[in-house]
């Protein structure tokens, strides 16, 4: 029988645009970056990373909102156990240390420690060979020098007047060496000898700065533009004191979190857009598979990320995002330089006996310490789980869900009229590692519910039973996925076994069992059916049966969930016989 190769020239390529084209138009929490580990000419999908909890509110008291700055220093002398350790601020709260990167952050208690940081941490020269770590309190500037605070440093220690009550981005430019700091529309400038160009720039009354990044001969001031409806970037040339201002084309007047590059600005817009610099303006660099959402919705209640949420890594960029409907999960991103290629690679995973958190959460910022990476999520609906996630895993995990997906495009009938016979698929897996296969085509419905893209509400009775009062849930039929969306379990997916509806309540049995389900909860039902698991680890290569029922159709697509820590897949091939019928 003929087949199609699913993975064109044995790469894996992501399309952000529709259900037709590249080899994979969805993917969650696995890694495309790998080539196969016996031949270089192969790409390989594997596990994507984890970051599980590092320190949230069940391990520190007083985490109440985001970290909007994370900094490693050796500011805090003997008073912090001397050496360099890793300073976070809290959002408009206070200061949090850690020892090591395996160690708890706790909330600082040395004398004078700031409790109302409002700005960017930031190490600014040395005094008598320690670090001078720099904090915004406000209208002020605390000063760290070897274990001893000084709250007042830019009020009496540099004579200044108070600055506004707003956040204060901090930055270091090189040549001439000053600190920059942002203070609505004004920037203020420090030099290495103490002395201050108090409003060296204004800006419009209506300009606010949100972040401040430098190359080798420029400082660029990303700004929120109130009362207007598009954000844009002042150019600032500290030498010839000149300054241009360069508007970004985006919904809403927020602008998404900047990044160098290479010596040049980029910017993860609103939009859910890489855009880069040009010196004349921005031109595209990747429309990402979240800007579908980001564009069609209220941006304040789909894409969330923060000021500090992006890191340019080699030839990687990483964004830590969120959304308020599915389809923009919760999740550190990746986008490939190499290969345009755009998806969520790590995942949040927050307790020992539940999956990933994929849903409704603000992120805070992130942070790469040139090994790990620490990021901070604040959970409106589980304080307990609200604060800083990392990729060390330091901490004891009872069990590790390691779940990804990815999706295939729309593969339409080669003839007049196919039948689609077997998905093989060429792997390796290890232990208890297995490749869950589900299918949809064009005779089922093809509507996630609810249809609107939301998720529905549910409780757990049980382990493998759920009811809902979600109207449209009652359409549902057997066999179709459910995927748990947020709440114990979420990023875990099963079927339905069996639905009975009755006084509008909805009581639904699925087939796997949701480990530690007892509460409630978000999900969505799709039109993806279960097929035969690949599972046998004695086998490399091994098909999947189309259901009779479904294998006669205009097009198909599948779904393929990796489960486990160290699966991987090279390829897959579509089986399907051909018929031309004259009449």
């Known amino acids: 029988m003929p087949a199609i190769r699913l993975n064109q020239n044995r790469k894996w390529q992501v399309n952000n645009f529709d259900d037709w084209g590249g080899n994979i138009v969805d993917c969650y929490g696995v890694d495309l970056s790998n080539i196969h580990p016996f031949e270089s000419d192969r790409g390989a999908v594997v596990q994507g990373g984890k970051l599980w909890p590092h320190t949230t509110q069940a391990n520190a008291s007083g985490i109440s909102s985001t970290f909007t700055s994370f900094l490693f220093s050796d500011a805090g002398g003997s008073a912090y156990g001397g050496g360099s350790i890793y300073f976070a601020a809290l959002n408009s709260g206070r200061l949090f240390t850690a020892s090591s990167i395996s160690s708890h952050f706790v909330q600082d208690s040395v004398t004078g420690s700031p409790t109302t940081i409002v700005g960017d941490l930031i190490v600014f020269g040395q005094e008598s060979g320690t670090d001078r770590l720099l904090a915004p309190t406000g209208v002020n500037i605390a000063k760290l020098v070897n274990g001893t605070w000084t709250s007042t440093w830019w009020s009496v220690t540099l004579g200044q007047s108070n600055l506004k009550s707003v956040y204060h981005p901090m930055a270091l430019f090189r040549q001439p060496y000053l600190l920059l700091i942002g203070d609505g529309n004004l920037l203020h400038t420090v030099d290495q000898n103490l002395n201050v160009k108090n409003s060296r720039v204004t800006l419009p009354y209506n300009h606010t700065i949100q972040w401040i990044r430098v190359t080798e001969s420029r400082i660029y001031l990303g700004v929120k533009i109130n009362q207007f409806s598009h954000p844009g970037v002042w150019e600032y040339d500290p030498i010839n004191e000149t300054a241009y201002f360069f508007p970004l084309d985006t919904i809403g007047n927020n602008i998404g979190p900047g990044f160098i590059d290479q010596n040049m600005l ?21 429309d990402t598979a979240v800007s579908k959402k980001a564009s069609t919705q209220a941006v304040a209640s789909s894409l969330k990320m923060d000021r500090n949420g992006a890191v340019a890594i080699n030839n990687r960029y990483y964004f830590l995002l969120s959304g308020s409907d599915p389809g923009i999960w919760l ?23 539940t999956a990933n958190v994929m849903l409704a959460q603000n992120c805070g910022a992130l942070f790469f310490d040139g090994t790990n990476f620490l990021a901070s999520v604040f959970d409106y609906n589980n304080d307990t789980t609200t604060g800083i996630y990392s990729d060390t895993n330091p901490f004891t995990v009872t069990t590790k869900a390691y779940r990804g997906w990815l999706t295939t495009p729309k593969i339409p009938a080669q003839s007049i009229q196919d039948s689609f016979e077997k998905l093989w698929a060429i792997y390796n897996m290890f232990g208890t590692d297995s490749f869950g296969v589900k299918v949809r085509n064009s005779r089922l419905q093809n509507r996630c519910l609810p249809t609107d893209g939301s998720s529905a509400s549910g409780t757990w009775s049980s382990g ?119 009449t």
Request: glycine fraction near 8%.
């Open 464 to 582: 493998t039973v759920f009811t809902t009062t979600n109207a449209q849930i009652a359409a549902a039929v057997a066999g179709q996925e459910v995927v748990v969306i947020y709440g114990q379990g979420a990023g875990m997916s099963t079927h339905i076994t069996s639905i009975v509806t009755a006084s509008g309540t909805s009581t639904i049995t699925v087939e796997d069992s949701i480990g530690n389900a007892s509460q409630a909860f978000q999900f969505q039902v799709t039109p993806f059916i279960e097929m035969t698991a690949l599972a046998d680890i004695n086998k490399q290569s091994d098909s999947s049966p189309v259901p009779a029922s479904i294998n006669d159709c205009e097009w198909i697509q599948f779904k393929i969930e990796l489960r486990g820590q160290t699966p991987i897949l090279s390829d897959l091939f579509l089986e399907f016989s051909q018929a031309i019928y004259l």
């Open 266 to 286: 980029m910017i993860f817009d609103t939009d859910g857009r890489i855009k880069r610099f040009t010196g004349n303006g921005f031109e595209l660099v990747a």
């Open 331 to 353: 999740g550190l991103y990746v986008y490939e330089k190499e290969t345009g290629n755009f998806y969520c690679k790590y995942t949040i995973t927050y307790g020992a006996t």
